[in-house]
Each structure stands twice: as structure tokens, then as C-alpha cells.
């Protein structure tokens, strides 16, 4: 005779609830998806409440009779009853949505209305409620004949942020600027937009465009332009100047406390902007001439007379370069004699001629030095330094 062992494995069955909620212990914790919210959000509200899952077989729904409502109210209104359906058959979790509709406000600025208030629905996932900027939303479940449970989470206004995506942008760079302002979500439902503004050092009147949400309820939002040295600003194009600071622009209109609700606040970011071209790498600098007030090169020099320091200086890129070119006359002790300097700005291909006069006042031996810079706050090397010597009779 044999003996068999059998293993049968162990069935873990999902749980129901009772026919009726046990009223002794009430058991319905309610979650929101978000510990605080705007005055245009989507609030997503779950209740695990097992005790109601009366139908084991069925989707059943809670709150939506006056014997035990669910109340989901403001300070200015509410939604009574509001049906909460389960999701999914025994789970015993329930479910709803509303969404926030504000109040009537101008958010971005333009003088219109953007915001439709209303207070509307009976559940699961049609409910509208009107809001202000400093309140609270409840949800209360009357669990039981005089008891009920309830959770409150706040409602805010935001401050706004801007901000570029890098500190410093090259000339062939797009350049990315985003904003962060929950409160201009204003649909929940949909991708929304915002302007801000964009100028230069060299385009302050600048441009304006819309950042666009990046999606449907973030409240984050993206702009992206090119920079351009040859042609004005226009549609998502600004004129920029190599070295030139942008910048960019936001008016916050809803404003947290303590700014009041019609308070307005201009919420700016700024960035660099340069090329991929290494800056010595940026002018081509020639080597000095020596020539008479007509032009003519001199082979020889005398004291307390007059000549012309020439030198030339080259753009071959494609983008506008500001300069300054200065002069520098060294005697034999390397003292300074003479100092002097040209600032101007060099167009795509465009060569200068850039001339000083200088008069020896003795005789001996110099040095004349030529640098090309960028500025003299902030003098960055634009191509190697000249230099020449020169014999004084």
C-alpha cells in the first residue's frame, strides 16, 4: 500500500466587505492625490472604504444618498451629495474627481476674464466647484448615522518662476526658457499657454511669445526662440548681439499672500551670450605700419614729428563682434609714452583700418604695441597683441 502526500498550494482570495458597514468602527481614511492645491486643479480623491463594498460581484458606488452623503465643499460652496464609484469589483477602494474653477480673475494680464467659476455636478468625474485664492477644500463622508469622517487639504496661489536652460547660450544655440506658475493651469484638462517677454542689450524693446504647457495639468511651461545678428527681432526670433546679456520676463498675476489678489509682480531671469569660437580666435589683427599724415609708409623716424600708427583688424565669422583696439607706445625703461584706444563693432566679413597718430618727443628706441579686445570693463583677448619696434633720430 502506498501512501500519497498531497500539497495543495495556499489561495489567497481578495477580502469583501460586510453587508453593512460596521458603524461601531468606522474605517474610511480619505486620500488626495496632492497635499495642497491651486484655485484651477484637478483634485483626485480616493476613500478605502471596505465596509461598503456591499457587492461582492458588483462596482458599487458611496456618497451620493442624503442618508450618508459625501459633502466635498469649499468656504464659498459645495457639491452634495457626490458619488465616489469603486474601482474595481470587491476592491472596496472608491474613487471621484472635481475640478476647481477658481474665481472671476484676469490672470495673464490682458484685461479678459480666464476663468469660468461654477459649481456643478453629482460625481464621479463631473464635478465643477468655485474657489477662492486663500481657502480649503473638505471632503466629509457621513460613514454613519452621526458619524463623519472628513479631510481637508489647502488651496493656494503660487509664486511664479523664469529661468533660461543654461546660464549662457552660443549665437547658433535655440534658446530655452521656462516658466513654473501652478495657478496658470488654468485647465486641468488641457495644454495651456502663457506669454513672456524676450529682449537683448541690443533689442530692448525685444519680442513677446507663448510658453506652452508641457502638459496637460504641470503647470510648467516652455518657450523657445533663436538669436539672430543680422535680422530684427520677430515671431521667435531676437536680435542679439554677441556678448549681449537676454533676458526674459514674466508678469505674476496670482499672487500668494501676503500680495493681494489684484497685486501684480514682474518675475525676471537673465543669460550670456557668446559663440563657440574661442575669443583670441574672434579678430585676425595685423601687423603695425608706420606712415606720414598722407599715408605714405615711413622707412625712417625723427623726434617732434608727427607719425600714423596703422594697424588692420579682420572679421571672418559670421556673427557682429564689438571691439576695443588700443594703442600702446613702450620707451627703452618700458615706461608708457602714449595710450590711446578705438571701440566700434566689425560686421559678418568687414575688415577695419585703425590709425593713431603719435609724435616721439626724444629720440631712442620704442615699442609700439596693438591689442584687440573685447571691452575695457572687461578686456578679453580677440586676437594676439602686435608689436614693432621703432628707432627715433
Do not use: C
Not at 468655485?130 to 463622508?141: A, E, L, Q, W
Not at 568687414?350 to 584687440?372: A, M, N, R
Amino acid at each position: 500500500m502506498y501512501l500519497y502526500l498531497l500539497f495543495f498550494p495556499l489561495l489567497f482570495f481578495p477580502a469583501f466587505g460586510e453587508s453593512i458597514p460596521d458603524y461601531n468602527h468606522p474605517y474610511a481614511p480619505i486620500f488626495t492625490d496632492k497635499p495642497t492645491y491651486t484655485w484651477t486643479d484637478k483634485i483626485k480623491i480616493t476613500i478605502i472604504a471596505p465596509s461598503w463594498n456591499t457587492d461582492r460581484y458588483l462596482i458599487d458606488s458611496i456618497g451620493n444618498t442624503e442618508d450618508h452623503p459625501i459633502k466635498i465643499s469649499t468656504r464659498e460652496d459645495s457639491l452634495k451629495p457626490y458619488r465616489f464609484t469603486e474601482t474595481d469589483v470587491n476592491s472596496g477602494v472608491f474613487t471621484a474627481e472635481v475640478i476647481l474653477t477658481g474665481f472671476s480673475h484676469d490672470a495673464d494680464g490682458d484685461g479678459d476674464i480666464d476663468t469660468t467659476p461654477r459649481t456643478v455636478g453629482n460625481g464621479p468625474t463631473n464635478g465643477f466647484l468655485k474657489v477662492g485664492r486663500d481657502s480649503s477644500i473638505t471632503i466629509s463622508f457621513e460613514f454613519a448615522d452621526g458619524v463623519v469622517l472628513t479631510e481637508s487639504v489647502p488651496v493656494s496661489w503660487n509664486l511664479g518662476t523664469i529661468n533660461f536652460s543654461k546660464d549662457l547660450f552660443f549665437t547658433d544655440d535655440s534658446v530655452t526658457v521656462h516658466v513654473i506658475d501652478l495657478d496658470m493651469n488654468l485647465n486641468p484638462e488641457a495644454i495651456d499657454s502663457i506669454p513672456i517677454q524676450l529682449f537683448s542689450d541690443s533689442d530692448v524693446a525685444g519680442i513677446e511669445v507663448n510658453a506652452i504647457e508641457t502638459s496637460e495639468s504641470s503647470g510648467s511651461f516652455t518657450a523657445t526662440i533663436t538669436l539672430s545678428q543680422i535680422s530684427s527681432s520677430s515671431g521667435n526670433r531676437l536680435y542679439s548681439l554677441l556678448g549681449d546679456e537676454i533676458f526674459a520676463k514674466y508678469d505674476d498675476n496670482t499672487l500668494p499672500k501676503p500680495y493681494s489678489t489684484s497685486d501684480n509682480l514682474e518675475i525676471k531671469t537673465s543669460a550670456k551670450t557668446d559663440s563657440s569660437i574661442p575669443p583670441i580666435q574672434r579678430l585676425a589683427n595685423s601687423q603695425i605700419l608706420l606712415s606720414d599724415s598722407l599715408g605714405n609708409q615711413l622707412q625712417s623716424f625723427s623726434s617732434n614729428k608727427q607719425m600714423q600708427i596703422v594697424g588692420t583688424i579682420t572679421n571672418d565669422h559670421d556673427f557682429t563682434q564689438k571691439f576695443v583696439y588700443l594703442f600702446q607706445v613702450k620707451n627703452i625703461t618700458n615706461s608708457v609714452e602714449s595710450i590711446s584706444w578705438i571701440q566700434g563693432e566689425l560686421s559678418p566679413k568687414q575688415s577695419l583700418d585703425v590709425s593713431q597718430s603719435w609724435v616721439p618727443e626724444k629720440s631712442g628706441t620704442y615699442q609700439i604695441e596693438t591689442f584687440v579686445w573685447n571691452s575695457l570693463n572687461d578686456p578679453i583677448a580677440l586676437a594676439p597683441i602686435m608689436s614693432t619696434s621703432v628707432v627715433v633720430e
